[in-house]
């Protein structure tokens, strides 16, 4: 008799090779096309770590959503969609056209938008369409994570988040009896008598610190949490989270320069905003305990249903 044992789904023997190798070649590929891209994007990194630090690890964080999801993405052989190469070769000459193109295209946020393109095309085109019902999530949380925004792309919240910093950590400065003043986005502490201002400038709004915890609760969303309300609510709460560590931060800076003016500048201003992402992260994880403990499904009565 003719066994009617399911296949285990998992890509045939000759079939793995071929697809690691092209996806080994379009990597390459990919890496030598948006070099200048990807280096651009490591040197911001690096250069400013208390901003953008952090998009250096998302990719690696992608590839662990990628781990979450491999059952079901070995499920069943990967079927190429060749016609997704139209993607592919649409986001690279969007690419081409950012860079070459005129002056006004010439920016890395839109340039991004032909790497995600390409990156998507070349994706589903090797791994079919059923592959990429389950890796969109983690292409598009890199593709959107990873990059660095700029001050043109964030400049209406940017003022808002700065007059709201601005205003908060001078109103914990007079709390703690710290004699302070306070004129727009500029905070003068006072010590016998000498002045010590403390500018909240555009780079101090607190901005960044949004897109990295934004980044965060996406990942603890998607990983620890069911039910679109909690997601939500887990994803929004980047927003007041990196505003109050903003203002500690700020404040913190304001009684450093009491001791010394130049705490509040250079790179001992970096490090004390680097300083306060572990206390920010341990917020953060206290709001998901919160949200999953405040909003229980109700599972006995879904099932009932």
Known sequence: MMSTEMPTGRITEPAAPVVAG??????????????????????FAISQPSDWGHTLVIPAVGGYLVWLRREALLAEPFRPCWSALLVLIGGVAWYVLCVIGPKPLFHHNLQAVGVTLALFGAVWAILGTR???????????????SQTLSERLLSKATFLLQD??????????????IDADRSGNTITVLSDGVS??????????????????????TFLAATQMTGFIQRSLMVLSAIPVALVVNILR?????????????????????????????PGL???????????NLMVEDRGARHAV
Do not use: K
């Open 250 to 278: 700020i404040v913190t800076l304001g009684i450093l320069s009491l001791a010394d003016s130049n705490f509040a500048s250079g790179e001992f201003h970096h490090f004390v905003g680097l300083l306060w992402m572990l």
């Open 164 to 177: 709201l910093a601005a205003l908060g950590a001078y109103g914990l400065l007079l709390v703690l009896g």
């Open 22 to 43: 092209l996806l080994v070649v379009l990597l390459a590929l990919g890496t030598a096309v948006f070099f200048d891209f990807l280096r651009q994007q490591v040197a």
């Open 196 to 217: 010590h201002p403390l500018n909240v400038a555009e780079a101090c709004s607190g901005m960044r610190m949004v897109v990295a915890f934004t980044a965060l609760g």
């Open 282 to 292: 341990v917020l953060f994880l206290g709001i998901q305990w919160v949200i999953n």
């Open 131 to 145: 592959a990429m019902r389950v890796l969109w999530f983690p292409l598009l949380y890199v593709c959107i994570f």
